[in-house]
Nanobody, 116 residues
């Protein structure tokens, strides 16, 4: 049984930092592309960042502020968010996408609110 369990998130003031983590079980971790997506109210879910091996990709809106990383030994990946803005407010979802086919899994989502 595949499970992705997210942790982190919460309320932070503009300019602050938060970290998210996602631990996977039931998958061969190294064969997946790991990602973080977010969905704000009334908007479509969008890709924030992804990592395949050591190669990373970021949405333009978060470049230079967010950092994605992974620890294969712990089957966990992370999103460090710095210089947060109110427009970063959303539910953040972790995602595991198999690089060899169509298997795709989602975490439960965690709320990130940036507000003074």
């Amino acid at each position: 049984q595949v499970q992705l369990v997210e942790s982190g998130g919460g309320l932070v003031q503009p300019g602050g930092s938060l970290g998210l983590s996602c631990e996977a079980s039931g998958i061969t971790f190294s064969t997946y592309r790991m990602g973080w997506y977010r969905q704000a109210p009334g908007k479509q879910r969008e890709l924030v960042a992804s990592i395949t091996g050591s190669s990373t990709n970021y949405a333009d809106s978060v470049k230079g502020r967010f950092t994605i990383s992974r620890d294969n030994a712990k089957k966990t990946w992370y999103l460090q968010m710095n210089s947060l803005k109110p427009e970063d407010t959303a539910v953040y979802y972790c995602n595991a996408d198999w690089t060899y086919g169509s298997l795709n899994y989602w975490g439960q989502g965690t709320q990130v609110t940036v507000s003074s």
